[in-house]
DNA sequence: CAACTGACCTAAT
DNA sequence: CATTAGGCCAGTT
């Protein structure tokens, strides 16, 4: 068995990241806890951070159903759009339904 | 090398 | 539902 190193959990959550089908969302506890990790999901934000594009980052939110990010330019908004444009809607608190559109990985 | 920060989560109260 | 406390670890200062 190889060793884990940070880059591996990386590459791990980026690929489950991929795995998520557009009309869904996943929360980042979700992509730590299917990597193996049920406790990094803190990890998965840095991992993303870096990433930038490459991966369907805006599926992922946190666990309130919410955007994420700092606050920073409109990421937030581009995310939301890209979401509206997949089909998951948003109610009025701004906050997407988990127990609607979260994934739930098939094997 | 120590301290602080951060796209977070869960559980307990 | 709101608040508090603890955990977890890579990057930055």
Redesign the pocket.
């Known amino acids: 068995m190889e060793s884990v190193t940070?880059a591996t959990?990386?590459a791990r959550m980026l690929a489950l990241v991929c795995e998520v089908p557009a009309g869904r969302v996943a929360?980042?506890?979700?992509i730590?806890?299917l990597a193996g990790?049920p406790?990094?999901?803190?990890?998965?934000?840095?991992?993303?951070?870096?990433?930038?594009s490459e991966v369907p980052?805006?599926r992922?939110?946190?666990?309130?159903g919410r955007i994420?990010?700092?606050g920073l330019d409109g990421?937030d908004e581009l995310?939301r759009y890209l979401l509206e444009a997949e089909g998951v809607m948003f109610d009025a608190e701004g906050r997407i339904p988990l127990n609607r559109f979260r994934w739930m990985k098939t094997l």
């Not at 929360?27 to 979700?30: A, E, I, N």
């Not at 999901?41 to 840095?46: K, L, M, T, Y």
């Not at 992922?60 to 309130?64: A, M, S």
């Open positions: 940070a959990i990386r929360t980042y506890g979700d730590a806890r990790f406790r990094h999901s803190r990890q998965v934000g840095v991992a993303l951070r870096q990433v930038g980052w805006h992922i939110v946190n666990h309130e994420s990010r700092r990421n995310q």
